[in-house]
């Protein structure tokens, strides 16, 4: 193994524990730890942007040929190199120029026109994209008839390769998919209704809207597990990494480094006392 | 007495003093405590718990891909950063295991720039694994920034977008690209998009998707998995890994386990703990409250 991956390693495992030792308290460590990260974090964010996006996309199609003929001198190749430059490029120039007269309050104004054509553009693109893909779809999904073809639920069962129960009526067969969807339909039914402030809520309207606020709980209950479930996969993934870097190719980092914070947090924990009892 | 039974017994009284310690001083800090006792204990000696049952959603993309003939082609887009790696790297592993085990070429790229390095570390060492050539069998095109606008422009020109693949080669002269003609994303035989959040599957529904109408797959951690689900059933996407849960089904229909089956047995113990500590907590509310 090579000095880096385990330099790497004894990194990984004292920033982890510096994040985690803020679950005893807030400490020197966690402090240190978490200005490392926002530091390499905005610091390798910066670098990427100003060399992806402002020297690949930006300088080199529009600037880098002017600069490398100024640079060589050879004023005979002027009229090429001014038509290998991205002259369009000048267009998002000005634009984000334009952006930047935000503080100075006589000229702000100018910055409309970039947010305008940033919105214009954006919303352009988005709006019909969205309908496409979320809005007609979805609305589609949610209105599906209840009996269905026989054969369909047969091919669905070898597509799926399990079971779905289902009711045959004959060719025809009423199938755990097609309940579903009926459940989604009352499901977005009476939770769109719960949304409807222009009734009032009484009546077969409140009923509905308390059977909407249910399915509205339940999608939460889900959402919540999932959540849950992510964040302790996330604590898991941690400790296999620390598992795996206390052996000893990795010089046991997980163990010394542990044994050392903890050392830390004792003599902060008494220094701290100890100025306590002074003041 | 057996080393890991002793491990267990041993483990089960911490866990015990832990719980009796929480509730004389109902300290918050004896819960982190029991926490990683019920992540650490399974991991360092697993359970060996039951078999995985595997889901239809990730049935329906280890089908899809098990169902391409060699020398299809597979784009497999990295949306997520190394935050995000115990949940989304065992998913990119497997998909790339069984891809290259099928001899479909793999072309990979991202659109979060801090992910850009873990991608290409999973996609050297599954091809070193697999045997496979760097431009020939696989291509790591990187990142390029403009986010939805990357999706765009692949629809449209794929050199265009990316001119220079991760290692600075042409793309206009990467054998893969040019054998395949994968010049756009309709000729991609299936796309499956491994996210995090924003851009992510969703983004490459909208921008993609609805225009070329390419057959997709999705990865994704727990937390959007719930909002991924209306995809799945209105046909948007014909297979989805959510979560370690997830991979660990991938896994098991691979018969390879790894984090994903490795971490399952944690995940069932710390939702064990979480069922306890909710129970308890309410019946000492309640409790609390008839006094």
Same mark, same amino acid.
């Given at each position: 193994?090579?000095?880096?991956?385990?330099?790497?390693?004894?990194?990984?495992?004292?920033?982890?524990?510096?994040?985690?030792?803020?679950?005893?308290?807030?400490?020197?460590?966690?402090?240190?730890?978490?200005?490392?990260?926002?530091?390499?974090?905005?610091?390798?964010?910066?670098?990427?942007?100003?060399?992806?996006?402002?020297?690949?996309?930006?300088?080199?199609?529009?600037?880098?040929?002017?600069?490398?003929?100024?640079?060589?001198?050879?004023?005979?190749?002027?009229?090429?190199?001014?038509?290998? =430059?991205?002259?369009?490029?000048?267009?998002?120039?000005?634009?984000?120029?334009?952006?930047?007269?935000?503080?100075?309050?006589?000229?702000?104004?100018?910055?409309?026109?970039?947010?305008?054509?940033?919105?214009?553009?954006?919303?352009?693109?988005?709006?019909?994209?969205?309908?496409?893909?979320?809005?007609?779809?979805?609305?589609?999904?949610?209105?599906?008839?209840?009996?269905?073809?026989?054969?369909?639920?047969?091919?669905?069962?070898?597509?799926?390769?399990?079971?779905?129960?289902?009711?045959?009526?004959?060719?025809?067969?009423?199938?755990?998919?097609?309940?579903?969807?009926?459940?989604?339909?009352?499901?977005?039914?009476?939770?769109?209704?719960?949304?409807?402030?222009?009734?009032?809520?009484?009546?077969?309207?409140?009923?509905?809207?308390?059977?909407?606020?249910?399915?509205? =709980?339940?999608?939460?209950?889900?959402?919540?597990?999932?959540?849950?479930?992510?964040?302790?996969?996330?604590?898991?993934?941690?400790?296999?990494?620390?598992?795996?870097?206390?052996?000893?190719?990795?010089?046991?980092?997980?163990?010394?480094?542990?044994?050392?914070?903890?050392?830390?947090?004792?003599?902060?924990?008494?220094?701290?006392?100890?100025?306590?009892?002074?003041? | 007495?057996?080393?890991?039974?002793?491990?267990?017994?041993?483990?089960?009284?911490?866990?015990?003093?832990?719980?009796?310690?929480?509730?004389?001083?109902?300290?918050?800090?004896?819960?982190?405590?029991?926490?990683?006792?019920?992540?650490?204990?399974?991991?360092?000696?697993?359970?060996? *718990?039951?078999?995985?049952?595997?889901?239809?959603?990730?049935?329906? *993309?280890?089908?899809?891909?098990?169902?391409?003939?060699?020398?299809?082609?597979?784009?497999?887009?990295?949306?997520?950063?190394?935050?995000?790696?115990?949940?989304?790297?065992?998913?990119?592993?497997?998909?790339?295991?069984?891809?290259?085990?099928?001899?479909?070429?793999?072309?990979?790229?991202?659109?979060?720039?801090?992910?850009?390095?873990?991608?290409?570390?999973?996609?050297?060492?599954?091809?070193?694994?697999?045997?496979?050539?760097?431009?020939?069998?696989?291509?790591?095109?990187?990142?390029?920034?403009?986010?939805?606008?990357?999706?765009?422009?692949?629809?449209?020109?794929?050199?265009?977008?990316?001119?220079?693949?991760?290692?600075?080669?042409?793309?206009?002269?990467?054998? *893969?690209?040019?054998?395949?003609?994968?010049?756009?994303?309709?000729?991609?035989?299936?796309?499956?998009?491994?996210?995090?959040?924003?851009?992510?599957?969703?983004?490459?529904?909208?921008?993609?998707?609805?225009?070329?109408?390419?057959?997709?797959?999705?990865?994704?951690?727990?937390?959007?998995?719930?909002?991924?689900?209306?995809?799945?059933?209105?046909?948007?996407?014909?297979?989805?890994?959510?979560?370690?849960?997830?991979?660990?089904?991938?896994?098991?229909?691979?018969?390879?386990?790894?984090?994903?089956?490795?971490? =399952?047995?944690?995940?069932?113990?710390?939702?064990?703990?979480?069922?306890?500590?909710?129970?308890?907590?309410?019946?000492?509310?309640?409790?609390?409250?008839?006094?």
């Amino acid at each position: 193994m090579d000095g880096w991956t385990i330099f790497g390693a004894w990194v990984a495992v004292g920033l982890t524990l510096a994040m985690y030792s803020f679950l005893y308290k807030d400490n020197p460590i966690f402090k240190l730890g978490e200005h490392i990260y926002v530091g390499v974090s905005v610091g390798y964010s910066l670098t990427r942007i100003i060399f992806e996006y402002i020297i690949k996309k930006w300088y080199s199609p529009l600037l880098e040929p002017l600069v490398n003929l100024i640079r060589e001198g050879n004023w005979d190749r002027l009229g090429p190199t001014l038509g290998e =430059m991205k002259w369009a490029l000048l267009i998002p120039t000005v634009l984000g120029f334009l952006l930047l007269t935000r503080p100075f309050k006589k000229i702000s104004w100018l910055s409309r026109i970039a947010f305008a054509f940033v919105v214009g553009t954006g919303a352009g693109l988005a709006i019909p994209k969205i309908i496409g893909t979320f809005f007609l779809p979805q609305l589609q999904d949610t209105v599906r008839p209840l009996v269905t073809s026989l054969e369909k639920v047969k091919a669905l069962e070898a597509a799926q390769g399990a079971v779905i129960p289902h009711i045959a009526l004959g060719k025809y067969a009423v199938s755990m998919a097609e309940f579903n969807s009926l459940i989604i339909l009352v499901g977005v039914i009476c939770v769109l209704i719960y949304f409807f402030f222009s009734l009032e809520h009484k009546g077969i309207v409140h009923r509905a809207s308390r059977v909407g606020i249910t399915f509205l =709980m339940i999608s939460f209950g889900a959402a919540f597990g999932f959540t849950t479930m992510g964040r302790i996969s996330l604590l898991i993934g941690r400790c296999d990494d620390l598992i795996a870097f206390s052996r000893p190719e990795y010089y046991y980092a997980t163990p010394l480094l542990l044994g050392l914070f903890v050392l830390v947090l004792v003599g902060v924990g008494i220094l701290r006392r100890e100025k306590k009892v002074k003041t | 007495m057996s080393p890991g039974i002793l491990f267990y017994a041993v483990s089960g009284i911490v866990f015990l003093a832990l719980l009796v310690l929480l509730f004389i001083y109902q300290d918050r800090r004896f819960v982190f405590a029991l926490m990683a006792l019920a992540v650490i204990v399974p991991l360092l000696q697993p359970f060996a *718990l039951p078999g995985i049952a595997v889901s239809p959603e990730v049935k329906g *993309l280890y089908k899809k891909i098990d169902s391409m003939p060699p020398g299809s082609t597979l784009l497999l887009s990295f949306d997520f950063d190394p935050a995000s790696k115990p949940e989304l790297y065992p998913m990119a592993v497997c998909i790339l295991r069984h891809a290259f085990s099928r001899d479909i070429k793999v072309v990979a790229m991202g659109l979060w720039l801090p992910g850009t390095g873990i991608a290409e570390e999973i996609m050297g060492r599954m091809a070193r694994e697999a045997g496979k050539t760097k431009w020939e069998d696989y291509v790591y095109l990187g990142w390029a920034p403009g986010t939805f606008n990357v999706i765009i422009g692949l629809g449209q020109d794929l050199y265009k977008t990316f001119p220079k693949d991760y290692y600075g080669r042409d793309t206009r002269e990467i054998p *893969l690209l040019k054998k395949k003609n994968l010049g756009t994303l309709a000729k991609f035989d299936y796309v499956v998009c491994l996210a995090a959040g924003d851009p992510g599957i969703e983004t490459w529904l909208i921008y993609g998707q609805e225009k070329h109408q390419f057959e997709m797959g999705g990865g994704c951690t727990s937390v959007i998995a719930p909002k991924m689900y209306a995809f799945l059933r209105s046909g948007q996407l014909n297979g989805l890994l959510g979560g370690m849960k997830g991979a660990a089904e991938y896994e098991s229909l691979l018969n390879k386990p790894g984090l994903g089956i490795r971490g =399952m047995d944690a995940q069932s113990t710390t939702h064990f703990l979480i069922i306890i500590l909710i129970l308890i907590s309410n019946i000492l509310y309640f409790a609390t409250r008839k006094k």
